[in-house]
């Protein structure tokens, strides 16, 4: 009854991909709510690559966006960064469906299957592995931040093997950049007092086998240790394989895509049924037609640990919740979030984000 789940951090390729789409779907919204983004970012050394479509009267300074998100993660030489930039607006075909004179009639922005998953193993009603993995690297990005990236550097991972038949963890892992003139035991300290902290957080073992850097030496990291693309880390997104997942990314997309905001509605549903009591566990398929406002279908997945019936379960969300984009939208005030915060390190588990309230 082993189960594994991983985390990146911020300095992860594909991760600095995600926080550049997502500030620069955030600038947009800020000053054009009505505004369509879908905001590609690739990196590979001080190479970075932007591209995608965007609808709207805006426009930013898309140079000054990725230096601040360059700054935000801890890069180094930023002045030597290339960015080169291929735009075009959105396809009118797209629009014809999306952009409706009535809002409330307004379509989804693409086809596609949104999974939202619940669980009451942890307080962030998330599964065990995968918040601990994400736990651990925001305390590592803490160490970091203190002492000014001087050891250890942005990029990172960690992993972690939980043994649901005796509530315990089995393994933790984490891989991480550092300064070339740190030995690996120094390294080693850190990590597993970082381990070893978040375990006591959620009153588990401390008894579990861990590795850190398997490899041995990890210096060269980021984009140049590896290329980057925004949507690439779509399970560290969301729960960490824990349930299935659509396929769909969520960074660079606003809230008409309904990859993005159907997802987090998903998410909603299953925790505020999770958190009724309705069910120990709850999975939310919601399925899309592109230039069609209400969902094709919904599916319910409780895990045997529903309380009542699966059918009446699907009529309480019908009547609670209006599923249309536009509806989603409002009800999770979706055009004011600052995208920034769900960029890296997960989109839920947040408490101050609205979907996970």
Known sequence: MLFSAEQVSNGHPDKICDQISDRIVTDFLKHDKDARVASETAIKNYKIFLFGEYSSNYTPNFHNLVKEALLEIGLNNIEKYEIIEEWSKQSQDIANGVDRSIKELQGAGDQGMMFGYATDETKEYLP?????????????????????????????????????????????????????????????????????????????????????????????????????????????????????????????KDPSKVDRSAAYMARKISKDIVKEGIANKCSIQLAYAIGMPEPLSIWINCFNSEKEDLQNIEKKIRKKYDLTPYGIINYLNLLNVDYNLTSSYGHFGKEYLPWEK
């Open 128 to 252: 065990f592995p995968y918040i601990l993995a994400t736990k651990a690297l925001l305390k590592l990005r803490e160490y970091n931040l203190k002492n000014h990236f001087s050891i250890l550097k942005p990029d990172a991972k960690a992993q972690v093997t939980f043994d649901y038949k005796n509530n315990k963890i089995d393994t933790f892992l984490i891989s991480t950049q550092h300064d070339e003139k740190v030995e690996l035991e120094e390294i080693k300290n850190i990590c597993t007092n970082v381990m070893k902290e978040v375990a006591l957080e959620y009153n588990l073992n401390v008894d579990f086998n861990i590795l850190v850097n398997p490899t041995g030496r990890f210096i060269i990291g980021s984009s140049f240790g590896d290329s980057g693309l925004t949507g690439r880390k779509i399970i560290a997104d969301t729960y960490g394989s824990a349930v299935p997942h659509g396929g769909g990314a969520f960074s660079g």
